[in-house]
């Protein structure tokens, strides 16, 4: 055999040694080096735990919490640019309070120089957020349901810094009114607790069931502390076939108990806002019988298997369940679950190294860019003209039977 015979095996040796010496240098460091870490991102949280809204604000605060834990477990949020974000829930109860939730808002701005807000359950305090966010220009979601919160009243634009991810109640009506009409209700009494919800839905209502033929024959606000409730007996003098309350609870099961006990076999329709298990705890048996259109969470295990938000419901019920000591969960639940989503959706699109103003602005248009978000109350789709996304398609009426919420899908509403 000739000497080249003989070297060019060890040639090959040599040169597949110095390949896979290249390759440890250069490769195996980048594998071990860990992950590029970026600037914490802080989201100030605002619900109302305490007071009037502490029903929704509580779920909303134990979400916040149940996020938090899940964000520790991954390492927070990763930007466009691969780098990794440690994310801090700043959690605050705002008494169910305008004013609270004012000062909060501005402090969690200002001194705690949070990248996005979230704030807050009701939709009075919610309003007062608005102008303190948008001065500040810090991107704010709520979870109320008042239009006028995205969407100011005198321009009919968007607010450039609001959002919500939660249905309005001329959503609610026009599900109300379709229901009505399927079972032949053409008149109805409108009981309204006397805050910015109540008021709203009962504005809702007269614009939405004049176009199903629905008149309201009686309409009349309640203070949502009161125990006595002499509406109830115009209501009875009225002539109307079905009440329609638009109240929260624990003020919503109190007249509802008023309404059952004292003015017959009337149909009693709720509101969106009382789709609680607190409604059924409060009002007991006087709760059986009545419908609501609601978000689907509510009723996720009982969804066709194809519903795209099955699946997300039934995991964040599930660690809900798990985290909450076995509560069930509420739509409000829900809305803060889909708030925290956005606000973690918009800072992923935010490069690192960018200033607090910059990260704010591009998290604000990262919330906007959302698309074919599937949430808890169905897919949303966000742009510069519809800072809510919802399909109003995606409400569905829900019964109580039996102590719980059944789905009432439209073939049974006959």
């Known amino acids: 055999m000739s000497r080249n015979a003989c070297t060019r095996p060890r040639r090959a040796a040599l040169w597949a040694g110095a390949a896979l010496v290249l390759v440890a240098t250069l490769v195996f460091p980048l594998l071990a080096a860990p992950a590029r870490v970026g600037t914490p991102y802080r989201i100030g949280f605002i619900s109302s735990v305490t007071g009037p809204g502490s029903s929704l604000g509580t779920p909303e605060r134990d979400v916040a919490r149940l996020v938090q834990d899940r964000l520790n477990r991954e390492g927070g949020i990763a930007g466009p640019d691969g780098v990794r974000h440690e994310v801090q829930i700043l959690i605050h109860d705002d008494q169910s309070r305008a004013d609270v939730a004012a000062s909060l808002a501005r402090r969690l701005i200002e001194q705690d120089q949070v990248h996005v807000l979230v704030g807050t359950t009701l939709s009075g305090p919610s309003l007062a957020i608005v102008p303190i966010a948008t001065e500040l220009r810090t991107p704010n979601i709520s979870m109320a349901s008042a239009r006028a919160i995205i969407e100011d009243p005198a321009t009919k634009r968007m607010r450039t810094w609001i959002f919500k991810p939660v249905p309005e109640n001329l959503h609610s009506a026009a599900k109300q009114a379709e229901y009505l009409k399927a079972v032949r209700i053409d008149r109805v009494c409108h009981l309204y607790e006397n805050t910015a ?17 629905i008149r309201i024959l009686y309409g009349d606000s309640f203070d949502r502390f009161a125990t006595e409730f002499p509406q109830v007996t115009r209501v009875r003098a009225s002539g109307c076939q079905a009440v329609v309350i638009g109240s929260i609870p624990p003020a919503a099961a109190v007249i509802n108990v008023a309404v059952a006990g004292r003015v017959g076999p009337r149909k009693i329709v709720h509101g969106h806002g009382a789709c609680s298990p607190d409604l059924i705890r409060t009002a007991g048996q006087a709760a059986e019988g009545t419908v609501m259109p609601c978000g689907k969470i509510l009723v996720a295990d009982q969804l066709p298997a194809n519903d795209p938000v099955r699946r997300v419901n039934l995991e964040l019920i599930a660690e809900y ?29 935010v490069p690192d190294g960018q200033p607090l ?23 949303m789709n966000l742009s510069p003209e519809d800072h809510l996304g919802f399909d109003p398609k995606d409400f569905v009426i829900v019964t109580v039977q039996g102590g719980r919420f059944v789905l009432l899908p439209p073939d049974r509403w006959k």
């Open 197 to 213: 919800y109540g008021q709203d839905t009962f504005a809702s209502a007269k614009q939405e069931f004049p176009k199903a033929g």
């Open 321 to 349: 369940t798990r985290v909450s000591g076995g509560q069930p969960i509420s739509t409000f639940a829900g809305h803060a679950y889909d708030a925290l989503q956005w606000a973690l959706l918009g800072l992923q699109a």
């Open 357 to 379: 103003a910059r990260i704010r602005e591009l998290a604000r248009d990262g919330i906007e860019r959302i698309r074919n978000y599937v949430g808890t109350h169905g897919v």
